[in-house]
């Protein structure tokens, strides 16, 4: 039985409520303990990986206990339900830090706030994800719901990336410190909310019955699912890439671009940047598939992603002041990573049917515990980088724009390199990886899922 519009709907405003909080914590939690709060740079870029660390063994976990789960409401369900409501409440906590903590007391707040928002997400991202090939018979239907999952995560992202700065300064009267906590509630409450709307409506059409696996099994499995690793070995090296920029972007406008009017400056590109990445998802990915292949299209978006950053490099270095010049390379790289969101959600479903066929089980939840956890982990390695950035380059000390227009031509030359060149290797590397190893063809694919059928026929 095909999905019905109120289920695609109903499991899209998820996405979208789900990545707005992800984008919140990812592209502003060091903006606000280290700009707002002071706490340092550093400190902040080791918290933030030591808790990618910590999720290496949480994730997996996670994944074993959802497979695990049997109830009336199913074995996703219960857990995306308990782990939004927990993780709204954190996400508040986490951006409301006390006014009396300073010092080594707001390092710990920042740490032990930050850990358990973690934990507290990969409880519903896991089951979220895993439900795509539980409810969908593959081929077609599984890849226009995970482009319609992922464009409406692209949009929820897009939102927090449009709106924030404008929402905080609004909601705090100026006061950042006090906009923040505002903003994160609100934002809160709509997470919740969208994902009582796709667990009201969302079931799971088809799981098999299968023993779940020990963490053991699990990681055995991964290892023997070639496809998988290649897979989340991309995503890392491509979200990494996109978290550098999406964290430094800000510090760009206010010590680079410079001037009392970074700030307009600022939220313009991301109005920009984000009405384009939505519109990759949900009209140039469509659009581009019509006449060349998802493999195709994806080295088409690196193409587009490595020249972008190419002109935006050139731009910063001729001192180009002109917002809208910097929309040409905006377009390219926004618009590459846009589709390539989706291809890598698409190309990582495909490797469960995969991993059927060659291990003999079908572990949706372990294979998409690991994409929570990869995503996590990029955005901890692009923090740890983007902290160390702003250290060497001593561009956080003074928070006013005034003092910050006047930054040294070095370490100005250090943070656009940081945004740039940095994230180009990244891209470089994940294509020539990802070309070599990647074998799951349209064709292939299909011939899987074919191969399955067949020897489930021969079962019954």
Known sequence: ????????????????????????????????????????????????????????????????????????????????????????????????????????????????????????????????????????DGGKEREGLTTLARSCAGVGSALITIITMMCVQGLGGGNEREGFWKFALIIAILFVVFIVITCLNIKEKSTVDVEAPSVGQMFK?????DQTMIVVISIVLINCSLYITSNLLIYFFKYDFGGDTWYNGYTLFNMFGGAIQILSMMLFYPLLRKFISSLQVFYVSFVMAIVGY??????????????AALFVPAFLVFAAFGMLTVLTTVFLANTVDYGELKNNRRD?????????????????????????????????????????????????????????????????????????????????????????????DKLN
Not at 59 to 86: E, S
Not at 221 to 225: P, S, T
Not at 430 to 444: C, D, G, S
């Open 221 to 225: 499995a991964l290892v023997q699912n």
């Open 364 to 456: 949706e939840s372990v294979i998409f515990s690991m994409q929570t956890f990869v995503v996590k982990l990029a955005s901890g390695v692009a923090a740890l980088i983007a902290s160390v950035c702003l250290s060497i380059c001593n561009l956080s000390d003074d928070t006013s724009s005034t003092a910050a227009v006047q930054a040294a031509g070095s370490s100005v030359f250090g943070l656009r390199m940081t945004m740039t060149v940095v994230p180009i290797a990244g891209l470089l590397l994940a294509v020539f990886l990802f070309r070599r190893k990647y074998i799951l063809t349209e064709q292939k694919v299909e011939e899987i899922a074919e191969q399955i059928k067949n020897n489930k």
């Open 310 to 323: 190419a002109v935006l490099f050139t731009f910063m270095c001729i001192g180009l002041t002109n917002i």
């Open 1 to 136: 039985m095909k999905l019905t519009a109120k289920e695609k709907v109903s499991y899209g405003l998820g996405a979208v409520g789900k990545d707005m909080v992800y984008m919140l914590s990812a592209s502003y939690i060091l903006y606000y303990y280290q700009d707002i709060l002071g706490v340092s740079a550093i400190a902040m870029g080791v918290i933030l990986m030591a808790a990618r660390v910590f999720d290496a063994f949480n994730d997996p976990i996670m994944g074993v206990l959802v497979a695990k789960t049997r109830t009336k409401w199913g074995k996703f369900r219960p857990w995306l339900l308990i782990g939004t409501i927990l993780n709204a409440v954190i996400l508040v906590i986490m951006f409301c830090a006390p006014p009396s903590l300073n010092g080594n007391g707001l390092i710990a707040y920042a740490a032990a706030t930050y850990i358990v928002w973690g934990v507290t997400y990969t409880m519903m991202d896991i089951p979220y994800w895993s439900m795509i090939p539980a409810f969908t």
